[in-house]
């Protein structure tokens, strides 16, 4: 196992399409002026944190940025509220573009805003059928629980009416709708639920979490993409909030800690193949953080009676750490065209 | 039972009551912006290290308080106080004013708890350009420490009775300030430091710290060597945990017991007397593969000493 270098771990990556496997899936932000693109960029994949943001000025030209020293290996582009974002430059942008995303300030009028949203999804349709259609109603923190789901409602039905004006019925089937706040999990949430769209082996990769819960008895587990604390894949179970949060807590405390005392000086990440943590919760109940590749860590909950055979779990765990390496060594053998036999003994472990 | 009298005062919208909540009444500083002013007194007894209770009078700041504090309410607000806690809103329009303020109330300070300490808080420092932050408190605190010179008499005085911090709710620098002085507030600290000092040793750690259960402050270190060390950590573990202990309480449960590892460190936190958790840090390659169990076991056995001094501390 620790023939794995990490040029290949490097190479965990996924593309729209094999055809494009060159080029790295776009998302791209838009959405009206003040509307918050630039802060959910800078929060969540530059630990910038969210009271900094008021400083953010308005962004006055189109942003490009790589997601960088994360397993998320995408570009985000951003437009500025005032610009609209289709022109014949951006047009081969749009073609690579993996989900188009809108920023609704929630807490402003959002009539205009809404309109130009349906504007611009029939836009980007007819360049590209494969766009994932992702609204975020943002800063959702400053609203009461009850007009939250109104916004979310009222928009999904002018949506819906403006499209099908324009006979486009069908591009409300890969719209999504996301509750956000910078100031809380729900944009690492709503952010990991447009990467998940995007990465083709989610389904292996579910069915892989799923046995290892199974045969570990743990309650849930989700695999995350260390810097950015986007889960990358979860087990069938439903997500709670608050274990999300919870999780992703954690990792900031292994993380932190870890910057403290265990950074070593030639400035290479204090996350290592040894990084791990355990917290047990007075609920009887264990949350363990283990590193499965450079970017990535397992995170997983279970009751503490089950985390008594601590070496059935790291048996468990070492096979599902092989399962996910020959996932994306198949992947990498399938982009490289070089012939495979293997990609059937993926899951065949139990 | 000991009782410590804690004056906070400062001008109106300093952050007095901001600091307070999230210090001692676990708020997280977002949710600080409902407070509203604090109407002349306000007296909050935090129950601090189980046996010590801080006696905060958190002083409203609006001018009309401020010359009853100085006047008719003077030797009630001034008398057996262990320490006076002076806010500075680091973006003050009225700078002149707050001076003005603070050394009549360091003078009825004096004259009334000649032994008190007094701790000044440069606040708000967010608000400051990260790359100004140094230059611009180096600068309050040049001018508090000469106005402070008349009130305590001299200059040698001065700087022996009034410390300066900066602080910003924000970031971890709060949890310094406040450190600082509840470690002055502490009757035994000293004894229990030596006592950690000890356990270092016997147990073969790096750095060995004690936090207060409710606030997360440190309340004492033990280390080996300096080297390599963030001047900053302890303030930001306190913040690191504190920020856990509230997202657990969310979920409506508490953490017992974090271990941290990589390749280069072992940490663990645990719940250690009554009133303190403990953090043991082991360094060095190899020490991710040291038995927890052993190290559990240790924590375990100190336990009851510590317990002890608490009480004799107590007492």
Not at chain 1, 34 to 42: L, M, V
Not at chain 2, 24 to 37: C, E, K, Q, V
């Amino acid at each position: 196992m620790s023939s794995y270098g990490d040029d290949e771990i490097d190479d965990y990556a996924y593309g729209l399409d094999e055809a494009e496997r060159a080029a790295r899936p776009i998302v791209i932000l838009t959405g009206l002026k003040r509307s918050g693109k630039t802060s959910i960029r800078k929060v969540v994949f530059q630990k910038m944190s969210p009271n900094e943001t008021l400083f953010e000025e308005s962004t006055a030209r189109v942003t490009q940025d790589t997601v960088r020293s994360s397993f998320i290996n995408f570009e985000t582009v951003e437009f500025p509220g005032q610009l609209s974002p289709f022109d014949a430059n951006t047009e081969d942008m749009f073609r690579r573009c993996g989900a188009l995303l809108f920023i609704i300030d929630a807490q402003d009028d959002y009539t205009e805003a809404q309109k130009t949203m349906a504007q611009y999804f029939a836009q980007a349709y007819q360049i590209n059928q494969n766009i994932k259609f992702e609204v975020f109603i943002h800063k959702v923190d400053g609203l009461p629980e009850e007009s939250k789901l109104d916004t979310n409602f009222e928009l999904f039905h002018k949506m819906k009416e403006d499209l099908s004006e324009q006979g486009l019925d069908k591009i409300m089937n890969t719209v999504s709708f996301h509750l956000t706040s910078i100031y809380d999990h729900s944009i690492f949430e709503a952010f990991s639920k447009v990467v998940q769209k995007l990465i083709k082996q989610l389904p292996t990769l579910e069915r892989l979490l799923d046995i290892f819960n199974q045969s570990s008895n743990v309650e849930k587990s989700f695999l995350f993409d260390v810097v950015s604390k986007i889960y990358i894949a979860t087990d069938s179970s439903p997500v709670e909030m608050a274990t999300y949060e919870l999780c992703c807590d954690m990792i900031d405390v292994t993380i932190d800690i870890s910057a403290i005392y265990g950074s070593k000086n030639d400035g290479t990440s204090a996350f290592d193949e040894k990084s791990y943590a355990e917290i047990r919760l007075q609920t009887e109940q264990v949350l363990v953080l283990r590193q499965l590749s450079k970017h990535l860590a397992l995170v997983c909950i279970l009751r503490s009676e089950n985390y008594e055979k601590k070496g059935l779990i790291e048996h468990n765990f070492n096979i599902f750490k092989m399962g996910i390496e020959k996932v994306f060594r198949v992947r990498k053998q399938m982009n490289s065209g070089i012939p495979h036999s293997n990609s059937s003994q993926v899951g065949s472990y139990q | 039972m000991s009782k410590r009298k804690v004056l906070l005062m400062g001008k109106s919208g300093s952050g007095k009551t901001s600091m307070r909540s999230i210090i001692f009444a676990n708020y997280i500083a977002r949710d600080t912006s409902r407070l509203g002013p604090t109407i002349e007194v306000e007296h909050a007894h935090v129950r601090f290290l189980g046996n010590l209770v801080l006696h905060l009078w958190d002083c409203g700041g609006q001018e009309t308080f401020m010359e009853n504090y100085l006047q008719n309410q003077k030797d009630q607000i001034f008398k057996n106080v262990q320490v006076l806690i002076y806010v500075f809103d680091v973006e003050s329009r009225e700078i002149e004013r707050d001076y003005r303020y603070y050394q009549s109330c360091l003078e009825s300070l004096l004259a009334n708890s000649p032994n008190a300490k007094v701790f000044c808080l440069i606040h708000k420092m967010d608000l400051i350009q990260e790359d100004h932050r140094d230059q611009t408190f180096d600068e309050k605190k040049r001018d508090i420490l000469r106005l402070s010179e008349a009130g305590a008499g001299g200059k040698d005085k001065a700087s022996e009775v009034v410390q300066c911090f900066k602080s910003s709710i924000w970031d971890e620098t709060l949890y310094k300030a406040w450190s600082a002085i509840v470690y002055k507030l502490i009757p035994n600290v000293h004894a229990i430091e030596a006592k950690l000092a000890n356990f270092t040793e016997v147990v073969e750690a790096s750095e060995v710290l004690l936090f207060e259960r409710a606030t997360f402050l440190v309340i004492a270190h033990a280390e080996v060597s300096e080297q390599n060390k963030d001047v900053h950590r302890f303030e930001k573990v306190s913040n690191i945990i504190k920020q856990f202990k509230l997202s657990c309480s969310k979920m409506g449960s508490q953490f017992e017991q974090v271990q941290v590892k990589n390749d280069q460190f072992a940490a663990f936190i645990e719940a250690f007397t009554p009133n303190t958790f403990i953090m043991v840090v082991l360094a060095g390659p190899g020490s991710a593969s040291v038995s927890a169990t052993t190290i559990l076991m240790n924590i375990r056995l100190a336990r009851k000493h510590f317990e002890r001094l608490e009480e004799a501390g107590a007492a």
